[in-house]
């Protein structure tokens, strides 16, 4: 692959992993969010305001029959749900950037990838540094990554005998 086309391809590969993660939130729906807020409640209660249980106790259980298990899936299904919106927007706006770098590889056309990356960054570290279940923190994980080499390799200079200078 020629440096002037490996911006797009990895650029194109952030997107689309910014797309499934944030597919499979919104294909998993509230369930998901109450699967995971019921593996929290097991992991680690605290985060889920019971200070002082005793061990063994079923947290999730606990929660319902106090009525405070419906206000926390709902924060949770929320949160999940906003990261959701802002990767997929996010992820959108990388692949409509990186056709435009495909089709020709200008300075303003880098600029702008380089800022879409930027912004889908933060959306997908936003998933990574939340409470997210496995799915999307992976292709969150995957999504920084590849847009993190994207945005390096837009600034490379041309190699070989047929490259030129890029404005």
């Not at 086309?5 to 952030?14: I, L």
């Not at 944030?22 to 985060?47: C, I, K, Q, Y």
């Not at 929660?63 to 419906?70: F, I």
Request: charged share 15%; aromatic share 2%.
């Amino acid at each position: 692959m020629r440096i002037a086309t490996a911006p797009p391809a990895w650029a194109a590969s952030s997107a689309l992993a910014g797309l499934i993660g944030s597919a499979a939130v919104l294909v998993g729906g509230r369930d998901l969010a109450e699967e995971h807020t019921a593996v929290l409640a097991e992991r680690e209660p605290r985060a889920l305001g019971a200070q002082h249980v005793v061990p063994g106790t079923d947290v999730a259980e606990l929660l319902r029959a106090v009525g405070h298990w419906e206000p926390i899936v709902d924060h949770a299904w929320r949160a999940l749900l906003t990261t959701a919106v802002l990767g997929l927007v996010t992820s959108a706006a990388v692949a409509v950037f990186a056709a435009l770098v495909a089709r020709g590889r200008t300075r303003g056309r880098r600029l702008l990838l380089t800022a879409g990356l930027a912004l889908a960054g933060c959306a997908h570290l936003a998933t990574l540094l939340g409470s997210a279940p496995a799915v999307p923190t992976a292709a969150a994980a995957v999504a920084v990554g590849t847009g993190l080499v994207a945005a390096l390799l837009c600034w490379l200079p041309g190699t070989g005998r047929r490259s030129r200078a890029v404005p």
